[in-house]
């Protein structure tokens, strides 16, 4: 069965600190790929998405992710971390060439980020 | 234009009893997929409906089923309730593509405790 790692269970970031989340899926074929992130009190929100084309991805807030097909990753990057992106964040894959349209999470990374 | 809508928001139950959790999907969206959300865990896909069938599932018992309305809302049943199903239950909705690159937007979820 597919899986997805998330490396870095939680990370503490000072404000203006660059950020980089890892992604890893096992699945070898074709795959959509998300981010998704849960606020504080809030529901999971998407931050960005690639489906094909240009590898690198931009999302919203200054988030951006790129697909390096070779690792079987799509890290999650920010150069700059506001108080504001405290939060958790989910990376998840779909199996675009089986029309599996279930998503597989990571368990989730909770980043602090301290003023 | 209103999101995915989930009721209700909390629910205390016990052991063997019966519940119904509900999903109003976003509007333009056809297609509604459940997720179990455990303490500290990514979400795990339960099962997925389109056109009032269930087209995809997850490694979940037949304690768990679902239903889709012509309306594209959906309900989510668990029977036999076990301790171990207290989670949070996540809905999501999207729109069927020939081209499989869909995006799930969740709704709030339901936290469900069994006591």
């Known amino acids: 069965a597919q899986s997805v790692s998330q490396h870095n269970h939680h990370v503490i970031l000072s404000e203006a600190a660059s950020l980089e989340l890892g992604c890893n899926y096992s699945?070898?074929?074709?795959?959509?790929l998300f981010w998704y992130v849960q606020y504080p009190g809030q529901h999971l929100q998407l931050l960005l998405k690639y489906f094909s084309g240009d590898p690198l991805v931009k999302g919203i807030k200054g988030f951006e992710a790129e697909f390096i097909k070779s690792k079987f990753s799509f890290n999650l990057r920010k150069p700059s971390v506001q108080w504001s992106d405290t939060a958790e964040y989910f990376c998840a894959v779909d199996e675009r060439d089986t029309g599996r349209r279930a998503l597989t999470f990571g368990s989730g990374t909770r980043l602090q980020v301290q003023p | 234009d209103a999101g995915v809508t989930q009721s209700p928001t909390h629910l205390i139950k016990t052991r063997g009893q019966q519940v119904t959790l509900r999903c109003s999907p976003k509007?333009?969206?056809?297609?509604v997929s459940w997720y179990q959300q455990a303490l500290g865990q990514g979400p795990q896909f339960i099962f997925q409906?389109?056109?009032?069938?269930?087209?995809q599932r997850g490694n979940f018992p037949d304690r768990f089923s679902g239903h889709q309305f012509p309306n594209y809302s959906s309900e989510l049943n668990v029977n036999a309730l076990l301790l171990g199903d207290s989670a949070l239950y996540l809905c999501?909705?999207?729109?069927?593509?020939?081209?499989?690159?869909?995006?799930?937007?969740f709704g709030p979820g339901t936290r469900l405790l069994v006591l």
């Open positions: 409906y389109y056109e009032e069938e269930e087209r």
């Open positions: 509007s333009g969206h056809d297609t």
């Open positions: 699945y070898g074929g074709t795959v959509n």
């Open positions: 999501a909705s999207s729109y069927r593509n020939t081209r499989y690159q869909e995006t799930q937007y």
